[in-house]
């Protein structure tokens, strides 16, 4: 059975740091890139960073550019994302998916696989 399991989150000040880990298990991911997606209260889901699957190529929504950094430890079958910097209005739930899809990297549709999530909270 597949499961992404999300770890990390809680509360954060503004202008400090925090590290989202996921850890996939059931199968090896290491040949499908991977993503992170964010839902905040009363607002859709959307894009926050996406890797390679061998991890050397990334995106990021402009949002998060030059904040957040996406990596990944294929040995370990883990997706991490770091989020420096945090600002209040990067609250959200976050969530790490696998990517098997070919269209574009930064839509919900094009991942299958998807973890419950952990709330991130950035206090002001």
């Known amino acids: 059975q597949v499961q992404l399991v999300e770890s990390g989150g809680g509360l954060v000040q503004a202008g400090g740091s925090l590290r989202l880990s996921c850890a996939a298990s059931?199968?090896?991911?290491?040949?499908?890139?991977m993503g992170w997606f964010r839902q905040a209260p009363g607002k859709e889901r959307e894009f926050v960073a996406a890797i390679s699957w061998s991890g050397g190529t990334t995106w990021y929504a402009d949002s998060v550019k030059g904040r957040f950094t996406i990596s990944r430890d294929n040995a370990k079958n883990t997706l991490y994302l770091q989020m420096n910097s945090p600002k209040p209005e990067d609250t959200a739930v976050y969530y790490c998916?696998?990517?098997?899809?070919?269209?574009?990297?930064?839509?919900?549709?094009?991942?299958?696989?998807w973890g419950r999530g952990t709330q991130v909270t950035v206090s002001s």
């Open positions: 059931g199968r090896t991911f290491s040949n499908y890139a």
């Open positions: 998916a696998v990517r098997t899809g070919l269209g574009l990297i930064t839509t919900m549709q094009e991942y299958t696989y």
